[in-house]
């Protein structure tokens, strides 16, 4: 397996591969990981994403899957790197992690089927997928500023290549302690499955992404604390989060809210991925007996 990360080299972007403890850029120059500044390890036209495909993900709802995946589009300004701040905007709330692997594309890719799939990804990387549930009454279709939202998408630290998906071990952890744990197996559809479902009528080309999903126990964090998603074989992804500088506006849009719908899915209920009102999940109560004080 070999390691490609992007930093910042001397001000500038530029492409390293790892050598031990030190990036190599391709003139001879070398850094020490410790220090430097990494960006997102590719550069994609495009970021597309899974809804539901871990299988404890689905039991935490109390739901089924469909009989085939659905996906959301997060924009590429959305991207931040390893060690980068994830902001949770001034007046929001309910900013959830949800730790998760990034298929890397290594070649235009259309209409190929899934056994033909890996010779068109170029690698992978450790993803966080955030989402910022105080938007999810407006946008809970779209999930354009719930999961859109600038820095809302962390990648990396490298891509790595040559790095067998089958039977990993996926974490989340916050301020050192395991909220996330599950293996690459509980996946319904595979890397190779959702490239090839993706590439049956969008033309995928080098550098884009596809998010694979994420396992059960996604929860709220809050400024202040420190995420990492570490993957087996891939590495660790850690960003912190930090409030924004101002707050959203209030004079344009719908604004952020605070119903029994967004508090369900921050803290764990059974709303997501239905299309009619259901029962909160377990631990949700207590949050609802908020909202009626």
Known sequence: MTEY??????????EVERDGDDLVAA????????????????????????????????????TKLPAAPTYFHKPI?????????????EGCEWLNYEGEIAIVIGKTCRNISPEEAGDYIAGYA???DYGLHDFRDTDAGSML??????????????????????????????????KQDASTDEMEWDMHYIVADIAR????????????????????????????????????????????????RTDVGAQVSRSEEVMSTAQGGDWEFRG??????????????????
């Not at 990360?5 to 972007?13: A, F, N, T, V």
């Not at 120059?29 to 689905?58: F, G, Q």
């Not at 790197?81 to 902001?87: I, L, T």
């Open 5 to 14: 990360r992007r930093i910042l080299l001397d001000g500038y972007p530029c």
């Open 27 to 62: 003139d001879g120059r070398r850094v020490a990981i410790a220090d430097a500044t990494h960006l997102s390890p590719v550069e994609p036209t495009k970021i597309i994403c899974i809804h539901l495909n871990y299988r404890s993900r689905v039991d935490e709802f109390m």
């Open 77 to 89: 300004t959305a991207l931040c790197g390893h060690e980068a701040d994830v902001v949770r905007p």
């Open 126 to 128: 450790v993803a966080n």
């Open 145 to 178: 500023r719930v999961k859109g939202s600038d820095t809302l998408c962390p990648i990396g630290p490298a891509l790595v290549t040559d790095w067998d998906f089958r039977g990993k071990r996926i974490q989340t952890i916050v301020n050192g302690e395991v």
């Open 201 to 248: 009528t969008i033309t995928l080309v080098p550098g884009d992404i596809l998010l694979s999903g994420t396992p059960a126990n996604s929860r709220t964090v809050y400024p202040g604390d420190v995420v990492t998603v570490a993957v087996e074989g891939l590495g660790e992804l850690t960003n912190t989060i930090v409030t924004g500088p101002t707050p959203i």
């Open 276 to 293: 009619i009102r259901a029962p909160l999940g377990p631990g949700a109560e207590h949050y609802k007996s908020k909202l009626d004080d």
